[in-house]
């Protein structure tokens, strides 16, 4: 039941839900967004872009772009349906191509788009294959660096799982890495969710990635005992081999969600694990979501920069990624966590005009 302190501000001062948009590039990236679509249905808005036709008519995305083999994509459709947008994830393969140019040319254009339009511009990538070897890894860092210039931050994932067992089906093996890239992407959009005791926002989210710098996203779970110090191991081993490493990061978004069954000894424990590997400087936010279905699993995701590029600027609009109530309503109803999500509100308002 809502609280009556939202009741009486209802509709006025509390944010809409935000608006995160994803594109799929290629086939890698429709293959991305089919993944995060499947994960958060209608929360996000969809665009699927490619030359394949039978891989545009099977995609979830809830739009399709057909580009013509010999090139020639019309962006500016695009523009307008950025403009008002929260996040825009935009999905692709570092070496494929869209017609005759690089999927990374396109993505860039994207990303332009997507920051003139206010929204936070995040690239999620998978990199080549490491069979492929030297030359390849080498035309993948030339695209990932056009892509840096363009967005706010840009993540990159293994073309195949890092441990490839050799008796893996070539399909499933080539499958995993943009799935888990995928799976990554739906944990950045879902970092804000509606069942936070303790709040990740959009600005937290730009807080951490405006400064530049490479960039880091990666999820790991656990269960039974000790399952948050599991998560947060798994969470550090899943992380990108050629990306930075925890140490290497300024600023770092920790996600906890758990059911109920969660101590805080064992919180306590995972996030002393966690920081003994971090940076001294590092600013750590913390945000702990309740998810009854996890039951005695939990799941962490870490988001961070390292902050060394070249700073994005102030963070263009302050906005809940989204706000809800499921948790009991407090003891004290204008307590300070309150009266600071409807000060969000204003600003989010202010800013939108
Ligand atoms: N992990 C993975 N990488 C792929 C897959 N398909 C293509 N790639 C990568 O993308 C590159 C270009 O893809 P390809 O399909 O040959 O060319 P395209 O015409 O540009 O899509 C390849 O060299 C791989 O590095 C796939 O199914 N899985
Ligand atoms: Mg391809």
């Known amino acids: 039941m809502p609280h009556d302190f939202f009741v ?34 209608a929360r996000v808005e969809s665009v699927a872009v490619g030359c394949d036709g039978p891989r545009l008519r099977e995609t979830k ?14 962006l500016s459709g695009l523009q307008g349906w950025m403009a008002g947008a929260d996040v825009a994830l935009v999905c692709g393969g570092l070496t494929e191509r869209l017609g005759p140019e690089p999927t990374a040319v396109t993505a860039a254009a994207l990303g332009r788009l997507a920051r003139r339009a206010g929204a936070l511009a995040v690239a999620l990538e998978v990199s080549p294959l490491a069979l492929e070897g030297e030359r390849q890894r080498a035309w993948g860092e030339e695209q990932r660096a056009t892509l840096e210039s363009a967005f706010d931050a840009v993540f990159v994932f293994p073309g195949e799982l890092a441990n490839v067992e050799s008796e893996l089906p070539v399909a499933d093996a080539l499958a995993a890495g943009p799935r888990a890239a995928g799976r990554a992407g739906v944990a950045l959009l879902e970092l804000g969710g509606d069942d936070a005791l303790v709040n990740v926002e959009l600005s937290d989210l730009h807080a951490v990635l405006r400064g530049g710098g490479r960039a880091l996203l990666t999820t790991g779970e656990g269960q039974g ?120 509100a204003l600003l989010g308002r202010a800013a939108n005009g």
């Open 225 to 344: 005992r000790e399952a948050a110090l599991t998560a947060m191991r798994a969470a550090q081993g899943a992380l990108a081999p050629q990306g930075p490493t925890l140490g290497d990061v300024q600023g770092l978004l920790v996600q906890v969600a758990s059911s109920s069954a969660l101590k805080l000894r064992e919180l306590q424990a995972a996030l002393e694990w966690l920081k003994a590997g971090l940076h001294p400087e590092v600013h750590l936010k913390l945000g702990v979501s309740l998810r009854p279905e996890l039951d005695d699993r939990v799941r962490v995701t870490l988001v961070g920069a390292e902050g060394t590029g070249q700073s994005r600027g102030p963070v263009p609009r302050v906005r809940q990624l989204e706000l809800g109530w499921d948790a009991p309503p407090p003891a004290e109803p204008l307590a300070l966590p309150l009266a600071s999500v409807a000060f969000d």
């Open 61 to 74: 995305a809830s739009e399709r772009i057909v580009v013509p083999r010999r090139g020639g994509l019309e």
């Open 8 to 41: 009486q501000f209802a509709d006025d001062v509390l944010p809409e839900v935000p608006r995160l948009l994803v594109v799929g590039l290629g086939s890698l990236g429709i293959t991305m967004l089919d993944e995060i679509v499947e994960a958060l249905g």
